[in-house]
């Protein structure tokens, strides 16, 4: 499947917003393990990475706007120890509120 978020509303926690979605569709279908690809050197890489996502290959033309060519790149975790990872991320953002 894919998931792409509309520009006018990325950056806005929409991926922390319906994570709880995802992690509820993965459990529903038994998917144990989520792959990504990514513009690489993009906000939402930096976002995947912070959250435990490994990086396993790389997409010499990901994606085009006009003549400019952007690589991707492949990403992996399973998925308890995305929810782990998440949370206690989570728990450390809001602590001091």
Known sequence: ?????????????VSIK????????C???GIKH???????GSKVE???KHLGFETFGELP???SVGD?????????????????N????MENMYAFN
């Open 68 to 84: 400019k060519h952007y690589k991707g790149v492949y990403m992996h975790k399973d998925i308890e120890s995305l929810k782990k």
């Open 34 to 40: 989520l792959t990504l690809t990514v513009r690489s």
């Open 18 to 25: 319906i994570i709880d979605h995802l992690f509820a569709k």
């Open 1 to 13: 499947s894919t998931l792409m978020i509309n520009p006018a509303i990325r950056g806005k926690e």
């Open 46 to 48: 930096l976002l995947w």
């Open 27 to 29: 459990d529903e279908l």
């Open 86 to 89: 998440l949370h206690r991320k």
């Open 61 to 63: 033309c990901y994606s």
